[in-house]
């Protein structure tokens, strides 16, 4: 009964490799978000999609894309990993826009890149 | 820039006691404020949140208050139990931002018996 999943967990990788992870949330939420915490431990946003359109663009480089199949599903698609990509992925996922627009997350997925 | 911050790391507590943290932030379009609660290899909590339009809201054991000029909000959790111990960010938005959340850095609490 998780609100907000992602897979994988722990994803372990050499530079130069293209790696997905997924988030999928069973909230009837209609906007998704990608949040990186650094060594520092500062969440920062990524991207937000909202009805599988995408809202938030951060100054994130070309090689982060995300994909929104549907409202459930936000995933984030890696090409070209580096080093300083190393951190835990968040998913969120909130209720339309407004002004309790409280944001829930998954468990997070630790990326190392080696 | 960080617009929202966090500046003790760490608070320590005994239980039974009252625990109080504090945010600060800069950006003056803020409107919404929120508290969550981070335990090791888990994703943030959703705990407490204000509108900048109250200046207290309470839940429980948790009160958030807002201090609108001082551009100031703290989170007071009486009494600390041992499992509050976690990791609490204050966060905050203005809703023409689509829901993009400023994370402070975190504050470390430790509830000792």
């Known amino acids: 009964d998780t609100a907000v999943s992602q897979t994988p967990k722990y994803l372990v990788t050499q530079m130069g490799n293209d790696k997905s992870i997924k988030c999928e949330q069973n909230?009837?939420?209609?906007?998704m978000y990608w949040y990186k915490q650094d060594s520092k431990k500062f969440l920062k946003i990524m991207f937000s999609y909202n009805n599988k359109e995408l809202i938030i663009n951060e100054t994130v480089p070309n090689r982060f894309s995300p994909k929104s199949p549907d409202k459930a599903h936000l995933n984030l698609h890696i090409n070209s990993l580096e080093l300083g990509d190393s951190a835990v992925y968040f998913c969120?996922?909130?209720?339309?826009?407004?002004?309790?627009?409280?944001?829930?997350f998954g468990p997070g997925t630790r990326l190392t890149v080696l | 820039d960080q617009q929202v911050k966090q500046n003790s790391p760490s608070l320590s507590v005994q239980e039974g006691r009252i625990s109080i943290l504090n945010c600060d932030y800069t950006?003056?379009?803020?409107?919404?404020f929120l508290w969550y609660k981070k335990y090791p290899a888990e994703g943030p909590t959703f705990l407490i949140s204000?509108?900048?339009?109250?200046d207290k809201n309470e839940d429980g054991r948790f009160t958030v208050f807002l201090n609108k000029s001082a551009k100031h909000l703290s989170l007071h959790i009486v009494p600390s139990q041992p499992g509050d111990s976690a990791v609490y960010f204050c966060a905050a938005y203005g809703t023409d931002s689509w829901g993009k959340l400023q994370f402070g850095a975190g504050t470390q609490v430790v509830v000792t018996p």
């Open positions: 950006n003056s379009m803020f409107d919404y």
């Open positions: 204000i509108s900048s339009i109250k």
């Open positions: 969120a996922s909130s209720t339309p826009r407004g002004s309790t627009d409280t944001q829930y």
């Open positions: 909230l009837g939420h209609d906007t």
